[in-house]
């Protein structure tokens, strides 16, 4: 069964970092695309970032320069290293995995909370 | 950037048809996709390339997209349907490539 799952994600203080997983199974992430989503509590889905299967990387305006996507295709898993955190970063994230570069997110995960604190 | 807008709500009686909207500049030259979803769970992928169903979504779920909107139908809406629901698009305009989400639009089963 293909799938992924998101971990890492605490509180932080405001400055601070964090480094969140996407662990895919059933698939491999080196000839796929992934993206992290993030939502706001009570607000809407927002994209952040996308790392495509030759591996490019592409970034939300609000988060360039302190995300960065990558993967390690040994672990079959792709991080977001997420630097210089503000407080409008507090979200849940979520992994998910798009079906071409313009294509839809047919796969996500459960998601994994984010609270950056003053 | 590229914005895509939804209305906040849209309210429905069971057995009913809802439609959600989604605008955007031109959006018919773009592929429209579309998701459910519930309180506290992942999005889900209800339509693709406008009007694609993925295997496992009801038939009741159709999407059509021309002009400058892309339109959400759900047909004989039962009380599961209520979710929140967004329209996304992959825009290429800007300097680098990007997902857009539309506003999203929360639909309530009367």
């Known amino acids: 069964e293909e799938q992924l799952v998101e971990s890492g994600g605490g509180l932080v203080q405001s400055g601070g970092s964090l480094r969140l997983s996407c662990a895919a199974s059933?698939?491999?992430?080196?000839?796929?695309?992934i993206s992290w989503v993030r939502q706001a509590p009570g607000r809407g889905l927002e994209w952040v970032s996308v790392?495509?299967?030759?591996?490019?990387?592409y970034y939300a305006d609000s988060v360039k320069g302190r995300f960065t996507i990558s993967r390690d295709n040994s672990k079959n898993t792709v991080y977001v290293q997420m630097k210089s955190l503000r407080l409008e970063d507090t979200a849940v994230y979520y992994c998910?995995?798009?079906?071409?570069?313009?294509?839809?997110?047919?796969?996500w995960g459960q998601g994994t909370m984010v609270t950056v604190s003053s | 950037s590229y914005v895509l807008t939804q209305p906040p709500s849209v309210s429905v009686a069971p057995g009913k048809t809802a439609r959600i909207t989604c605008g955007g500049n031109n959006s018919g030259s773009k592929r429209v996709h579309w998701y459910q979803q519930k309180p506290g769970r992942a999005p889900v992928l209800v339509t693709s390339y406008d009007s694609d169903r993925p295997s496992g979504i009801p038939e009741r779920f159709s999407g059509s997209n021309s002009g400058n909107t892309a339109t959400l139908t759900i047909s004989r809406v039962e009380a599961g349907d209520e979710a929140d629901y967004y329209c996304?698009?992959?825009?290429?305009?800007?300097?680098?490539?990007?997902?857009?989400f539309g506003t999203g639009t929360k639909v309530t089963v009367l």
């Open positions: 790392i495509y299967s030759g591996g490019s990387t």
């Open positions: 059933g698939f491999t992430v080196s000839t796929n695309y």
């Open positions: 996304q698009v992959w825009d290429s305009t800007s300097d680098h490539p990007s997902y857009v």
């Open positions: 998910a995995r798009p079906t071409y570069p313009m294509g839809s997110f047919d796969m």
